[in-house]
């Protein structure tokens, strides 16, 4: 069971905020995805570390000409095999923006050398200046540290093999997988207090708080799942049966609380910086604009929406009582008067009993 101590203090989580926010911007994702594993460009870079072989890769961008120095023209289709052969002669070698052509190869790179680096190697250091200042994509592949570096604009990045990679992947998942369990158990506890009319700010608090931290560790995880390419399809599989239905079941909870607001509490929920976040009164604060916890009832439209009653009649109930309380404890006459049909009346009084048995018994929902 989890403990009333964790509902309040929130969740620890072995990595900062900025890894949970991404260490790259969105940018980057398309430069990832060229040289993820199963790619041709990924085949020649892991050659590259294999044969301890020094490189420099400079995509064209129509930026260069003021950069690039010698050489000679090649013009020939892009593969894996031809890149790795034509990297035996010294200087960069430059591709087509869409990597689809090696153009240039034994070509000098003399970029501006008043431009920053924190590089020390003169190919690393030549790599970010190309970078930054042509606002292109550079790779450089070290051969004494045996090492990948993406220079892209002003950002970089050193690519990872991928076993460690899938490792720091498997252990995200498995700080998910808690996170699931943890999340279950207080939508369980959630359910069997909106049942009995129990249920309070903080109740649902915890649960938005738990689907929030989920979606942001899935963040972390599908940012991995780049850069594993397809080495990382049982990282992706586990990670869609964690996630399954849990964006829909905070929509619900949204409507039964905030109804035609409940968009923007999204948005709310999902601008909080993690850090604030992991605290439950900070949630209630914003969304319900309360400090202290008090008793709250639902509209109805989640619990409901999980018996067998049609969307019509749902809709009708909810929207003919003001809270789930209400038409919990409503008579067979004002039910009547909603559904209009005694054989309505009795399938609806037999669903909640069906409902209340299965939240007792603690089944899933």
């Known amino acids: 069971m989890v403990t009333e ?30 040289v993820a594993p199963g790619t041709s460009l990924r085949v020649a870079l892991d050659d590259f570390l294999n044969a301890k072989m020094g490189a420099l890769i400079v995509f064209d961008n129509g930026n260069l000409e003021q950069i690039i120095e010698g050489g000679f023209r090649v013009n020939t289709k892009f593969s894996a095999q031809k890149l790795v052969e034509l990297a035996k002669m010294d200087g960069a070698i ?44 550079v790779l450089a592949v070290s051969e004494r540290k045996n090492k990948i570096s993406i220079y892209y604009g002003d950002a970089s990045y050193q690519l990872k093999r991928s076993s460690e990679v899938l490792r720091r992947a498997s252990e995200t998942l498995q700080i998910l997988e808690k996170q699931r369990d943890v999340f279950d158990e207080f939508l369980s506890d959630l359910n069997s207090l909106e049942l009995r009319r129990h249920a309070t700010i903080n109740d649902v608090c915890v649960v938005l708080q738990r689907v929030e931290i989920m979606k942001r560790i899935s963040d972390v995880v599908q940012r991995y799942l780049i850069e594993l390419g397809k080495e990382g399809m049982i990282v992706k599989m586990r990670l869609k049966e964690l996630m399954v239905g849990l964006e829909k079941e905070e929509e619900l909870i949204l409507k039964d609380y905030f109804n035609q607001n409940h968009s923007s509490s999204l948005e709310i929920l999902e601008k909080m910086d993690f850090d604030f976040l992991l605290e439950p009164m900070n949630i209630s604060r914003l969304l319900f604009e309360e400090l202290h916890d008090k008793t709250i009832s639902p509209r109805g439209v989640r619990l409901l929406g999980k018996t067998n009653l049609l969307d019509r009649y749902v809709d009708l109930l909810v929207g003919n009582f003001e809270s789930f309380s209400e038409i919990l404890i409503a008579s067979n006459e004002e039910i009547l008067e909603v559904l209009e049909s005694e054989a309505m ?19 899933g929902l």
Request: charged content about 35%; glycine content about 6%; hydrophobic content about 35%.
């Open 5 to 34: 101590n964790e509902k309040n203090e929130g969740v620890f989580l072995p990595f900062s905020k900025e890894n949970l926010e991404g260490e790259l911007g969105k940018d980057f994702i398309d430069v990832l995805r060229m």
């Open 345 to 363: 009346l009795a399938f609806f009084r037999e669903e909640i009993y069906s409902l209340k048995e299965k939240i007792n018994l603690g089944k």
């Open 94 to 137: 430059i591709l087509s923006k869409d990597g689809k052509e090696i153009q240039n190869v034994n070509t000098l790179l003399f970029p501006d050398i008043s431009i920053h680096t924190k590089e020390t190697g003169t190919r690393h250091k030549a790599a970010e200046r190309t970078a930054k200042q042509a606002k292109t994509l």
